[in-house]
């Protein structure tokens, strides 16, 4: 079992950048594929990027590609997300997820708040 914190969150100005953090323990970041999802009012949570264990292979969803990046720091068990030229629709709340290798297992952080202003 892995415990997921995130920090970071806040109100920001559009074109306006933003830096997440989701620190674990219980476990090591490494042993999963770490991610971040968001879930705006009214709308289904969605996926916003991965970042696999060993080699650091990343995927992103459209909306988000070529804004933002994630990056792991395997010595501080952390997971980052760096958003860059935020817009009013990244407003949401952003969650970290960890998932087992097998993909049976999803852990979840508690939820950040991000708010774009326009």
């Known amino acids: 079992q892995v415990q997921l914190v995130e920090s970071g969150g806040g109100l920001v100005q559009a074109g306006g950048s933003l830096r997440l953090s989701c620190a674990a323990s219980?476990?090591?970041?490494?042993?999963?594929?770490m991610g971040w999802f968001r879930q705006a009012p009214g709308k289904d949570r969605e996926f916003v990027a991965r970042?696999?264990?060993?080699?650091?292979?990343?995927d992103y969803a459209d909306s988000v590609k070529d804004r933002f990046t994630i990056s792991r720091d395997n010595a501080k068990n952390t997971v980052y997300l760096q958003m860059n030229s935020l817009k009013p629709e990244d407003t949401a709340v952003y969650y970290c997820n960890a998932r087992t290798l097998s993909g049976a297992t999803d852990y979840w952080g508690q939820g950040t708040q991000v708010t774009v202003s326009s």
């Open positions: 970042i696999t264990f060993r080699l650091p292979v990343t």
């Open positions: 219980g476990g090591t970041a490494s042993s999963y594929i």
